[in-house]
T-cell receptor, first 112, second 111 residues
């Protein structure tokens, strides 16, 4: 693994199903984030984690949950998917020295 | 919480012209202002950032200016090239954490 990776890259999901988007980084960054990107709305923060064992809510947290059991992994779970959660999801980790966000390649999720 | 407004939403320029994208922020405590570029189908990537202790920063053809009093900052791209075509996002935060992004500007550079 080099940098930050997300899985799956694309998924079609029936409404009501549970879905977990995976995110793993190997840069030993403490801070990690989940954003959703929708046309015309930019990048909106869903949840974040400043360090392993802690998480916080962002701008649009409803319907999503996260966990941070260790430094490397930050999965995002949709407990019961709804069509409004159709979006492109980006995970990011943040370098402490510079503040730069390193984004994963994104996960395109379609909820039917 | 922080609110970031970005204008324009779309911008079309001729190759070689300059492009300017402007953002305003609401929280006077914000002190970190990065700009990200997202090419079609790709992930956003940092191109330049500025902190509240400086008013301007340059990196080759791109520059960012910050007016703390007015709470706005701008991205300037000179001598635009077709490869500058992308969506640009501004963002603001307090001490690096929890960036709040603007809605983005689609820049098209016409050859």
């Amino acid at each position: 693994i080099a940098g930050i990776t997300q899985a799956p890259t694309s998924q079609i999901l029936a409404a009501g199903r549970r879905m977990t988007l995976r995110c793993t980084q190997d840069m030993r960054h403490n801070a990690m984030y989940w954003y959703r990107q929708d046309l015309g709305l930019g990048l909106r923060l869903i949840h974040y984690s400043n360090t392993a064992g802690t998480t916080g809510k962002g701008e649009v947290p409803d319907g999503y949950s996260v966990s941070r059991a260790n430094t490397d992994d930050f999965p995002l779970t949709l407990a019961s998917a709804v069509p409004s959660q159709t979006s492109v999801y980006f995970c990011a980790s943040q370098g402490a020295d510079t503040g730069e966000l390193f984004f994963g390649e994104g996960s395109r999720l379609t909820v039917l | 919480g922080e609110n970031v407004e970005q204008h324009p939403s779309t911008l079309s320029v001729q190759e070689g012209d300059s492009a300017v994208i402007k953002c305003t922020y609401s929280d006077s405590a914000s002190n970190y202002f990065p700009w990200y570029k997202q090419e079609l189908g790709k992930r956003p990537q940092l191109i330049i950032d500025i902190r509240s202790n400086v008013g301007e920063k340059k990196d080759q053809r791109i520059a960012v200016t910050l007016n703390k009093t007015a709470k706005h900052f701008s991205l300037h791209i000179t001598e635009t090239q077709p490869e500058d075509s992308a969506v640009y996002f501004c963002a603001a935060s307090i001490s690096n954490y929890k960036l709040t992004f603007g809605k983005g500007t689609l820049l098209t550079v016409n050859p």
